[in-house]
């Protein structure tokens, strides 16, 4: 079955660090995958995705890249924000099928940035 | 309404209690999903909904859970005899299409058995 295993946190870091929350999956077929972030007290956001292999998802300059090699799929961030504190989550679906775009969900890995 | 609705945000049950849950997806979206939330964990998947009818109900962890979305709209789970291991977040989402990619989340039920 579809698995996603995230780094342990917490992690801490200082605001302008640069940020790498690695995760790694194992899933049937091609999935998408996902970066979802849950902000202290409001529900999951969608922070980025990638359909298939190679491609690369970003937004708010976060970025991650589809490696199917390596079955990876890294959230990196250059400068990170005290504003980017929360806890993100690694997931994937395999869209077709009976599988209905359900979400299989890692751990979660909590960030917290220091002024 | 602009987003995923549930209600109510918290509540207590004493053990052996039935609980209901509500969830609001956004208007016109064919999917729902629910899913369960464990402290320090990531969401599980519990069951879906495709307008009214419920096609995946593989994650439903015993038969004391049930859920329905009879107009293909407003969505409940029930948990009937809620025992302690039943406490968690439990977090409705939905999506305009069927096997569509995006979710939309919302702001979960936080259900704590006493």
């Known amino acids: 079955g579809n698995s996603v295993t995230q780094m342990e946190g917490p992690v801490t870091l200082s605001e302008e660090a640069f940020l790498t929350i690695n995760c790694t999956y194992t899933a049937t077929g091609y999935p998408s995958l996902f970066w979802y972030v849950q902000y202290p007290g409001e529900g999951l956001q969608l922070l980025l995705k990638?359909?298939?292999?190679?491609d690369k998802g970003s937004n708010k300059g976060f970025e991650a890249t589809y490696r199917k090699e390596t079955t990876s799929f890294h959230l990196e961030k250059g400068s990170v924000q005290v504003s980017d504190s929360a806890v993100y989550f690694c997931?994937?679906?395999?869209?077709?099928?009976?599988?209905?775009?359900?979400?299989?969900f890692g751990q979660g890995t909590i960030l917290t940035v220091h002024p | 309404g602009a987003g995923v609705s549930q209600s109510p945000r918290y509540k207590v049950a004493k053990r052996g209690q039935d609980v209901a849950l509500r969830c609001d997806p956004i208007?016109?979206?064919?999917?729902l999903f629910w899913y369960q939330q464990a402290l320090g964990q990531g969401p599980e998947f519990l069951t879906y909904?495709?307008?009214?009818?419920?096609?995946?109900k593989s994650g439903l962890p015993s038969d004391r859970f049930f859920a329905e979305r009879p107009e293909g709209s407003v969505s409940t789970l029930k948990i009937q005899r809620t025992q302690q291991e039943d406490s968690a977040v439990y977090l409705c989402a939905s999506s305009l299409l069927a096997g569509s990619e995006t979710q939309y989340f919302g702001p979960g039920t936080r259900l704590l058995v006493l």
């Open positions: 990638a359909t298939k292999a190679d």
């Open positions: 208007s016109g979206h064919v999917s």
């Open positions: 909904f495709q307008n009214e009818a419920q096609l995946d």
């Open positions: 997931a994937l679906s395999n869209a077709g099928g009976t599988s209905y775009g359900k979400l299989t």
